[in-house]
T-cell receptor, first 114, second 112 residues
């Protein structure tokens, strides 16, 4: 089945220690998104890639970076995690940037910062 | 700006009860509207969507109608089941891109 895969499902890191979250997709979609979802809150868009073009949301902290080495993979790097970065991180994909397109979500990675 | 406001939960219903979860939006132009569902420990799944005014999205017994006059997209189901217990998110995509904006989510618990 075509899908969006996130690894690991649970990640524990220490305050200030860089961490990388991984997302892969078998849908061959052009667009990949990263969302942050804090407990009992709405998912918040951090950034997206349209093919190789990176687009950052205006209020995404500089501490968050992303890489997309090829169509299938996209990474979220948190350079110096703080306690406030503990959250569920969701990866999603869509075929185009059209507003009628469905976004397909992975299961998420729950990040704990100690 | 573009935003979504949805009914706060949690909502607890008995099996076979009628469900309504209210959702209203603010947007420029004609957004697309979505309902996503998140089961425990899983990612978001598309439940239904509507891309223009007066469209009705439906899936698995759930329905929602895009009402431009009231800027609403309320989710309804005539008879809920225990397996419908989940968190439901209303969302919109603005008229000119796919930067989705989500509501805060409504947790539904259905008891036997």
């Amino acid at each position: 089945d075509a899908m969006v895969i996130q690894n690991p499902r649970y990640q524990v890191t220490q305050f200030g220690k860089p961490v990388t979250l991984s997302c892969s997709q078998t849908l061959n979609h052009n667009v990949m998104y990263w969302y942050q979802q804090k407990s009992s809150q709405a998912p918040k868009l951090l950034f997206h890639y349209y093919d190789k073009d990176f687009n950052n949301e205006a209020d995404t902290p500089d501490n968050f970076q992303s890489r997309r080495p090829n169509t299938s993979f996209c990474f979220l790097d948190i350079r110096s995690p703080g306690l406030g970065d503990a959250a569920m991180y969701l990866c999603a994909t869509s075929m185009t940037r059209g507003n009628t397109d469905t976004q397909y979500f992975g299961p998420g990675t729950r990040l704990t910062v100690l | 700006g573009n935003s979504v406001t949805q009914m706060e939960g949690p909502v607890t219903l008995s099996e076979e009860a009628f469900l309504t979860i209210n959702c209203t939006y603010t947007a420029t132009g004609y957004p697309s509207l979505f309902w996503y569902v998140q089961y425990p420990g899983e990612g978001l799944q598309l439940l239904l969507k509507a891309t223009k005014a007066d469209d009705k999205g439906s899936n698995k017994g759930f329905e929602a109608t895009y009402r431009k006059e009231t800027t609403s997209f309320h989710l309804e189901k005539g008879s809920v089941q225990v397996s419908d217990s989940a968190v439901y998110f209303c969302a919109l995509s603005p008229y000119n891109n796919n930067d989705m904006r989500f509501g805060a989510g409504t947790r539904l618990t259905v008891k036997p």
